[in-house]
């Protein structure tokens, strides 16, 4: 199984190199490939389909309990199926279509790494692994859209669909970490199996975060509008991406954990609402659009909100019902994207208002259009019309608020024959366009045979309805969690769903003959504000990047002061809180020393330090503040020299000596004078100055209660001598107790050496 | 004996650099200096790896004088693996600074590399030391060489970013002093596994909890976090992009690191801290985010990145459980990787480009696929899109954070990774997609160019590989990184690797 899935994985950059040399050779390969996935998916059909499970496990990263695992049970082996077995077809039908194509080494590479994604996602078992594969096929149809890379919109939109989707794969990582501790498992499997109710304390949570995942990347309202728009892919993507891969990936997800949230109020009224909507909205949508592409997109989007709205209802007949349809629903989409596709290709266009008549020119594109369209549109003895007519019994069966749900699937199903009508019937009957950038010819091979094999297929299923119920009998009973078997067929009786249907087809071709009045008062569905949702995502990102500008100017602002300032600051309010938590207040300033001014010269260092203090306020000029503060290093080393530490005393004159020489080296390269703009600024300056040094006064008045009582004093004095071979202590400690810190100094001071020279003598001109 | 290992990496920098130093302006000789330096350093640090892992602690005393008088220099799970993956990177920035696009020729024969190898050594020391002051005396071998790395040349903008620079990080390691100087003065010492029990011990004033904001507020500075990181963006910008890579790749993961070894050691717990670590991981991912959304430069763009995600390293300090820092350790590994490779990547446009400005740059994903190749698999693992490396450190960090109820910090993580790739997709777009039409008359084929440039394409295609076996492999390092985190909670262990030998 790892095998299969990696093969894809493996092949794609071998394709992106050596398409262009042999594309016929690579293109049928990938073809090859697709199909024996398919092949050998389909040889676990009988044990899978009869109820047993295959499991594959490889261990991975065990320490944090993430496995490769993959399980194959009902649910995850149709859509392995649909998965390859469309992929198979659409990469056939692409080794056509993009034949002229420059970078059609490309697109083979990311389809077959979509491909992979998906397959991954429909089979894994360990949630984690489920994720990856999420974000794997969010990744891999980025590239796929953006593949017209100059054009803004491409990229526009490429981008669109990645943050949209994206959003959602972390919503559905936080999801599963939660699974994780609620049920203390990432296996799918072990989750079905539980009994353990979906009462935990994240349940509510966990939900949301799944309807938030589903709903991005199933395209529901309102986070619909990157599926339109992604329609800027290769025709093939989009056959793709809207029959068997991406938008299914949401269904699937609620379809494999209906059976542990089922039950959850939010979970049922999210899905009820959100399909709803997105079921009516995106029919009307679709009523009004004039690209042939767009009109699809949109009759996805309604589609899904139907699977949607069924898995809310949550009966078994109506979870049923949304797995047949999801069937129904990828064969004649596939189709009729590759129809559009061909079209586009044949005559350079899609726009619906310059195409129609073109029967006698495109007639094999013709017939795998009608049959598509006769399926969406719901007609006996398709297999749309089977779909169909369960969604209506499980809507008229349902409870409660399943009114909601027959309204709208009534309404959009009106919808979609009517443009059943206009895209089965207008575009070919009639008189032949001569609008056309190009004139219109029949394509050849798996352009027009592809759609035709999935219209076939359409009828065929309709027809012997014994293979479908066969094929996706299992998968329902585990959405459902029930061992409801399944059965389908074309004539139920006369019963209320049939009139219902039959009322459908009339309204919807009153529809389409009134299309040119309707369009009047269909005209609310083009206005701006059904594009309010994607209005939302352009103002949302920049009001985004504004607070972004205006925060990096207010943080980052260039000014070295004002970084002190806040860094200052923050230490300063850091420590005082903790003073203030601990009441660190110096205990009656107790000190163990007795100082006593013996002579008044003491204070004349002191007296030195205030005044230099009080100069450096009041200056501005650079001089002046740097001889004032020197005035304060100055003393502090008289200091020493009177508090018996002669050493440090010289130590600090020198240091002193060397800065102020150093200084005044530099000074005539800077401005002479500081400006602060106003009061306000050095106020605030001498306040956090003021701070910092008065909470550094009191952090020493803390220290001095302590008395040091180090062994270090008591070894360093009686070893020096004896182990160290030396008498003054200061100096065996610098070369010998702590060497390695002199080695660290003596480096500093290399490296500054090094420094120096290249300031001197390197310069870079610029 | 075979302790002694351990000086096999720190060392050798030291004298490599002193032979460089011989070889003054003779750029030939330097050359191979560093790189036989750089790759001795690398097998000892891997030998030192090798045996820390397998045994256990390992810890030396300096001139041999018992702890806790001398210095001691202690290598655990945690310092060794960053001392591979500095070595590493050290190894791979040879190759990266041979064409003179990436550092010039000037630059290269007059103290680029001693100045390099001193800095891989303070670095190396940082790492292994085990004594606080002797971590002051790194940090200024660190501060004084990549200085002088980030002024080498003298370019007006390299020295207004350099000043910035210096000035915030000697303030940084003036504040560390005084830190050190608070706990010396309550305890006496120095060596951190003996201020570790001397400041658990009953009657140690709370002044402690004090020093510990020093010390927090210094090593925050060093790694750029909210409201500190601002000599970041400032300065890592401004050198030839050879250097700003290492730089930007190392320098904040050892801030980070020596944020958690004195944290998680020396100090006892202190909730305050613990809070306000919380909110400056927040903060720093939000901020760092948001500065990068707002830049035009790369360079900028990739700078602010690393403030963001250091974000993510202090979560798992503020989590302070041992998978969460296991996190955080796995995650300082793969954002050095990653990070440098992305300058290194953004160094490989300008070649091409002769600009690092998003809007000037364009056109590369259809002339230089392999680039657009190169940056996509960087750009993704920092993002943290599975199973590249930067979902592992994510995953464990996020998984801690529920796991321990920090719903907010979790939150603003994942939004943080969303705008992550917001932030990656504003290069992207413009640079690889984008065509700018033909104000960029590009001459060079794509043969002419890598070999022109072979040096970078080479070193970052082999980063590029490392970072992808650190994704797909993750479990070699995961392992480490747990190993290393339950080290780090083990004290005891510690203080009897270092005071009882």
């Known amino acids: 199984m790892l095998t299969a899935i990696l093969s894809a994985y493996v092949l794609a950059p071998f394709t992106g190199m050596f398409y262009r040399k042999h594309p016929r050779i690579w293109g049928y390969l990938t073809v090859m490939l697709a199909a024996a996935i398919f092949l050998y998916l389909a040889t676990f059909a009988p044990r899978v389909l009869e109820g047993g499970e295959v499991r594959f496990s490889y261990a991975w990263v065990p320490q944090l309990d993430i496995h490769v695992t993959f399980f194959l049970d009902g649910l995850s082996l149709f859509f392995g199926l649909l998965v390859s077995g469309f992929g198979a077809l659409i990469l056939w039908y692409a080794t056509a279509y993009m034949e002229e194509a420059h970078y059609a080494n490309r697109f083979f590479t990311y389809m077959l790494l979509f491909m992979a994604s998906m397959l991954g996602l429909v089979l894994a078992d360990h949630l984690i692994l489920l994720y990856l594969f999420w974000e794997l096929t969010s990744i891999s149809s980025f590239l796929l859209i953006g593949y017209a890379n100059r ?96 938008v299914k990936a949401g269904i699937f997800l609620l379809f494999r954990l209906q059976p542990v949230f089922g039950d959850h109020v939010v979970w049922t009224w999210g899905l009820l609402l959100a399909g709803s909507i997105t079921m009516v909205f995106g029919a009307v949508m679709a009523l009004v659009q004039t690209d042939l592409k767009r009109m699809l997109a949109y009759l996805t989007i309604s589609a899904l909100g139907m699977m949607v709205g069924m898995t809310g209802l949550g009966t078994e007949e109506a979870l049923q019902a949304a797995l047949v349809y999801l069937l129904v629903h990828a064969f004649y989409k596939g189709a009729l994207f590759m129809v559009a596709g061909g079209i586009d290709h044949q005559t350079g266009t899609r726009d619906m208002r310059l195409l129609h008549g073109l029967k006698q020119a495109m007639p094999l594109t013709m017939a795998g259009c009608v049959l598509a369209c006769g399926s969406m549109a719901g007609l006996p003895p398709f297999f749309g019309f089977v779909g169909k007519e369960m969604v209506y019994e499980s809507a008229l069966h349902g409870q409660g608020f399943s009114w909601l749900l027959l309204g709208s699937t009534f309404l959009s199903s009106v919808c979609y024959v009517s443009l059943g009508l206009v895209i089965g019937y207008r ?293 020096s001598e004896e182990e160290g071979k030396g008498l003054n202590v200061v100096n065996v400690i610098l070369i010998d107790f702590r060497a390695l810190d002199t080695l660290g100094e003596i480096t500093v001071l290399g490296v500054t050496a090094i420094g120096i020279m290249t300031l001197v003598f390197l310069n870079q001109k610029k | 004996m075979t302790a002694h290992i351990l000086l096999v990496p720190l060392l050798t920098p030291l004298l490599a650099a002193m032979a460089c130093l011989f070889a003054w302006k003779k750029k030939q000789w330097q050359q191979y200096i560093y790189l036989s330096g750089s790759m001795i350093t690398l097998a000892g640090a891997a030998a030192l790896a090798w045996q820390v892992l397998q045994e256990g602690i390992v810890s030396i005393q300096a001139g041999g004088w018992e702890p806790p008088f001398g210095i001691t220099l202690v290598a655990d799970a945690f310092s060794v693996l960053l001392v591979v993956v500095t070595h590493v990177l050290g190894v791979l920035i040879y190759f990266y600074t041979l064409p003179p696009v990436s550092v010039s020729q000037e630059r290269k024969s007059f103290g680029f590399y001693p100045s390099l190898l001193l800095m891989l050594f303070g670095i190396t020391g940082a790492l292994l030391t085990g004594d606080i002051f002797n971590l002051y005396v790194w940090f200024e071998v660190m501060l004084v060489s990549s200085f002088v790395l980030i002024s080498l040349g003298n370019e007006r903008l390299q020295l207004e970013g350099a000043v910035k620079y210096v000035t915030i990080n000697f303030i940084a390691s003036a504040l560390f002093l005084a830190g050190i100087a608070i706990l010396y003065g309550m305890a006496g010492s120095t060596n951190m596994a003996d201020l570790a029990v001397r400041l658990r011990a009953d009657g140690v004033s709370d002044i402690v909890y004090v020093a510990m904001l020093f010390f927090l507020v210094s090593f925050s500075i060093k790694a750029a976090l909210f409201p500190l990181f601002f000599w970041l963006p400032a300065s890592y910008p401004t050198p030839p992009i050879g250097i700003a890579a290492i730089i930007a790749g190392l320098l904040t993961k050892i801030g980070i690191y ?38 035009y430069d790369m360079r900028k763009i990739l700078a602010f990145l690393i403030v963001s995600h250091m974000g993510y390293m202090v979560m798992g300090l503020a989590i302070a459980t041992p998978l969460a820092l296991a996190g955080t350790i796995f995650y300082m590994v793969h954002s050095i990787l990653v990070k440098t490779n992305l300058f290194f990547i953004s160094g490989l446009v300008f070649a091409d480009q002769q600009s690092f400005h998003i809007r000037k740059a364009g056109g590369l994903y259809e002339r230089l696929p392999w680039m657009a190749a190169l940056f996509l698999i960087s750009a993704f693992s920092l993002v943290g899109i599975p199973p590249l490396s930067g979902f592992w450190g994510k995953y464990m960090l996020a998984s801690t954070g529920l796991a321990t109820e920090q719903y907010l910090l979790v939150g603003v993580a994942l939004l943080t990774s969303m705008l992550t790739l917001w932030a990656v997709s504003r290069i992207w777009l413009p640079v690889f997609w984008q065509h700018k039409g033909a104000e960029k008359q590009v001459t060079l084929t794509q043969g002419a160019f890598v070999r022109k440039n072979r040096g970078m394409v080479v070193s970052s295609a082999a980063l590029t590989l490392l970072i992808l076996w650190l994704g797909f492999q993750a479990d070699p390092i995961v392992e480490i990184s747990i190993q290393a985190a339950e080290q780090l909670f083990d004290r005891q262990a510690y203080i009897d690797a270092v005071l009882k030998p």
């Not at chain 1, 009639?430 to 359409?458: D, F, I, N, V, Y």
């Not at chain 1, 200056?619 to 290093?633: E, P």
């Open chain 1, 151 to 246: 054009e803004a919109e491409a990229r526009r939109s490429a981008l669109q669909a990645l943050l949209v989707t994206n959003v959602g794969g972390l919503a559905l990582l936080a999801a599963f970490l939660l699974i994780g501790q609620q049920w203390d498992t990432f296996s799918v499997e072990a989750l079905l199996q539980t009994t353990e109710a979906a009462g935990g304390k994240h349940t509510l949570a966990i939900v949301l975060l799944l309807l938030l995942a589903a709903f991005t990347k199933s395209a529901q309202f309102p986070f619909h509008f990157w599926l339109p728009n992604a329609m800027a892919a290769p025709t093939p993507v989009s056959a793709y991406l809207h029959s068997a891969t991406m």
């Open chain 1, 427 to 719: 575009l070919f009957f009639g008189t032949l366009t001569r609008q056309t950038p190009k004139p219109p010819t029949e394509s050849h091979g798996p352009l027009w045979g592809a759609p035709l094999l999935l219209g076939a297929g359409g009828l065929l299923l309709g027809v012997w309805t014994e293979a479908p119920a066969y094929l996706l009998e299992r998968g329902t009973q585990l959405i459902s969690g029930t061992e409801a078997g399944l059965e389908l067929s074309l004539w139920h009786g006369l019963t209320p769903a049939l009139g219902l249907s039959l009322l459908t087809v009339l309204a919807g071709w009153g529809l389409y003959r009134g299309r040119d009045k309707s369009r009047k008062w269909l005209a609310f569905a083009t206005g701006d504000y059904t594009l309010a949702p994607e209005q939302l995502y352009v103002t949302g990102l920049r009001r985004l990047r504004q607070v972004a500008l205006w925060q990096t100017r207010l943080l980052q602002n260039g000014y070295l002061r004002n970084y002190l300032l806040v860094i200052f600051s923050f230490l300063v309010l850091a420590v005082l809180a903790q003073i203030i938590h601990f009441r660190l207040w110096p205990q009656a300033l107790r000190f163990q020393l007795p100082v006593t001014v013996d002579y008044l010269y003491e204070w004349i260092p002191v007296f030195f330090m205030v005044l230099g203090l009080i100069t450096i306020f009041g200056a501005r000029s650079r001089l002046t503040i740097l001889i004032a503060t020197s005035m304060v290093g100055f003393g502090v080393a008289a200091l020493f020299v009177f508090f018996s530490a002669p050493d440090v005393s010289m130590t600090q004159f020198l240091v002193e000596t060397i800065t102020l020489v150093i200084f005044m080296l530099i000074l005539h390269r800077l401005p002479s004078h500081i400006r602060l703009e106003s009061k306000t600024k050095f106020v605030r300056h001498l306040l956090v100055a003021i701070l910092f040094g008065a909470t550094m006064t009191l952090i020493l008045l803390n220290l001095h209660g302590y008395e040091l009582a180090s062994p270090l004093k008591e070894y360093y004095l009686s070893h």
């Open chain 2, 258 to 295: 020596a944020l958690i070894r004195t944290l998680i050691l020396v100090f006892p717990d202190n909730a305050f801290v613990q809070q306000l670590l919380l909110g400056m991981a927040i903060l720093t991912m939000l901020t760092g985010i948001f500065g990068a959304i707002a830049q």
